[in-house]
């Protein structure tokens, strides 16, 4: 789930917030969405129940506004700029160009939270290999649980999305994180879980469970400690309890 406060209403440029994965985070809302705008509406999701459910990508905020909302910022101490926000930062078309702006306006690492919906498409990937650090969500091991936890507004299959991984995996340069949701419907998964991340190998692997409100119950520390055994062997593993 990405870093981000609860309120709605959203200035372009927030924060900075402090993230357990990535420190002190400052973050871009490219969707310029008063209520969560995103394809996914996951069942766990902080934000509740979306009503703008997209699936093409579009400006939501021009370039030039995202320019000037950046060189307006006069703080400086955060460890990345983050793209997230409202919804998923790859719907929105200008994210390639923002996340160059980005570089060059702060001078800091850049990192991208996306639900990996449209990574299946050519673009996104191209425009994700400009980021720093890229963390992407896998919350199932097959179609079934993928509808009924993410509850997808893409057609595309779950093992489609996990092949583009795969295949960003391979081009990618930087810092490559897979991001693990777990609750009770997905729990006795984890084994499965676990093979997926073997399959991507990305550089780590954050296990984590809802902390703020949700709709979902978080799980005990005790869960996520059997969990994270399902993922013995399975490299740069990190769960949210060690963390905290």
Known sequence: MPDRPHAMKRDIVYGPHVSWRIGRSLGIDLLGAKEKCCSFDCIYCELGE?????????????????????????ITDFDYVT?????????????GE??????????????????????????????????????????APDDE??????????????????GALEIFRNHFRG??????????????AA???ARIALEIEADEVQLCTPLRDC?????SPAEMARIK???TGVKGVRMVYDER
């Open 50 to 74: 979306g009503r703008l459910h997209v699936v093409r990508r579009r400006e939501f905020v021009t370039t030039a506004e995202i320019k000037k909302a950046m060189e307006a910022v006069q």
């Open 83 to 95: 793209f997230s926000g409202s919804g998923e930062p790859a719907l929105a078309s200008n994210l």
């Open 98 to 139: 923002a996340i160059g702006i980005a570089r060059e306006v702060f001078n800091k690492p850049v990192a991208v939270l996306t639900n990996a919906s449209l990574m299946p498409r050519d673009d996104v990937r191209g425009e994700m290999t400009k980021a720093d650090f890229v963390i992407a969500k896998i919350d």
């Open 145 to 162: 649980l993928y509808r009924r936890i993410n509850r997808p507004w893409v057609r595309t299959p779950l093992r489609d999305i996990i």
């Open 175 to 188: 810092k490559f994180a897979l991001q693990m949701m777990f609750i009770e419907a997905n729990k006795p």
């Open 191 to 193: 084994a499965a879980m």
């Open 215 to 219: 709709p979902e119950p978080t799980l």
């Open 229 to 231: 055994k399902a993922f």
